[in-house]
């Protein structure tokens, strides 16, 4: 606070110093010019909102990462993909233009899952990048806010024929801990780098139902099934422990990804573990995300016994170590005209004002594109991105800092296949090249 | 501004070929220089980086659309001040007219960004508040005045007004500050 004694003057100029010291020196985008400078000034609305960008810590900083340089032979340059879908019209362009350039996608084509860079507006493939042994199979994927770090989970490959799950996830091998990447890459040149993790815990892939890396690239959050806060270890063999004081049950662990230092959120208390989750029922689903100062977590919260489905935002800088601290920003099951729980990710806006997601307002109606003020926790109607009466929304994946343009994959492209788009202004641009087919992906 | 000599002229202006290249380099140049001091400007004024952001990169794409009608490039700087100052202006009037329709644009016409919020201070985000519910003209008067330092002279030729307006629309805006700052309880 403030001397009361200070004049507006004086105020005035440390308010605006402060406001303006915010800004870092180094920190703005990359200038984008007109490909066609005679055409005018954009439109209204077409310029590139990527408000996460703005917290990228110094490249310096995140070098100091104690951790082993893979060597490049995990790396395959590829050819670039064709473009599909030939020119784009005017809105198509801007919509192109309003998303990151970049994007990495876990193939689910062909498993093992390599990672795949892309560039968003061409389909074009930068790079291929495989897991190093003894890894077989990436099996998360999330990305910082310069579009240009990334956070790779692998898993190891073990090849069998037999078992209680499907072909790919029988052959992964959980009884071995994940490994964790940092996957850099340079597009002009096509050079990408994966560096060890080393400070990570080594957790079964079992344990793990999502991860999120900060804006700023140096934490990172884990979902995890079962979590202990205080002084006892998780239990490994399931839910049957009770809550206890310290908290064990589903829960957060965000780490620095410099020192390997960690901080832990449990749900503890009487609701049984086995029907409480932090995550989404979705493989590969992303249920975390982070506001643009890397300060609020959001989660999605689900008990099946209750049938409440939630999106919940964990202030990580707060001192407590519950989970139930953090605020139920939207529920789904009783909340207004919502009757349904969220398709696939629930996204909290990197402004931090709305939470994004696919549901239906009526029990068993149709699924569309949802915003909820977080403010409120009421649906903003219609959302800022538009909805698409065409297409069947299935999942979101990227949501730009205000809502206003999303990406979105829909299960009923023209040949009845997954297709990833962008929506815009009800508008729905599909991304040039195939449909992802991947199971994880991140902008 | 006349068409740059030796630039062939096509549209409006525009240079073709290497002549286009070295402006968009000269642009770019120019944005390396400058573009923390604008965004931090426009920050200043919009409470969003991102608002900011797009704020100055349409005031270099202005620029750069209009490179070859640019009789003196020394110009340059001013031009994209000016251009980023009207573009804040422009986006403090939508957030307004969107608030009045009711729409999903943002809540108020100062709503600033969970980043800022959480990197600014109870104080400075009230102060800033307050600044930002001030007309135009008031507002960019104080934000020459007080955040860039800028004399009288300056900021009127900023403003296009003439230096006498400049003294009195600053006077009027600290105590229209003052008197929102107290209303707020400070």
Redesign the interface.
Known sequence: ??S?VMS??E???????????????????P????AD??A???P?GA?????W???LTPLAAAAAVAAVVIASLTLTRSVPARPGGGAASPAGSAALSSVPPYYVALTSAAMPAQAVIRATATGAIVATVRPPKPYGTFIFVSGAADDRTFVLAAQRWWPITSGSGGPDAQQRDNTTPIGYFRLRFDPTVGAARLTRLERLPGLDSTEVTGIGLSPDGTRLALALRFLTVGRTRPGRNGPGSPGEPGGHGPGIQVYTLATGASRGWVWPGPTPSSDTWVGNDKPGGQPLSW???G??LAFQFWTESGGVTQVRLLDTTAPDDSLRAARAAVSFVGHGQVKTGPIGNSIIT????KIVTVASRTRGGRSEVM?FSV?TGQP?I???AGNTASLGPWNVLWAD??GRTLIVETQSGPSGAPLTGILRGGRFTPLPGAALQTSNVAW | MGARAGWPDSGAGWPDGAAREDAAQAVTALYEAHAVGLIRLAVVMLGDRAAAEDVVQEAFCGLYRRWGQLDEPGKAQSYVRAATLNGCRSELRQRIRAQRRGGPAPDAADAVSAEQAALLGEEHQLVLTALRRLPDRQREALVLRFYLDQSEPEIAAAMGISRGTVKSTTSRALAALGRLLQEAGR
């Open positions: 606070m403030m009361p507006t003057e105020r005035l100029r440390a308010a605006t110093r402060a406001a303006g010291a915010t800004v870092l020196p180094g920190s703005a985008p200038l984008r010019l007109p400078p005679a005018g000034p954009r209204e310029l590139r909102r990527r408000r960008l703005r917290t506001t643009a100062d300060r609020i990197p402004d931090g004002t915003e403010r903003v219609p959302p800022p800092s205000s």
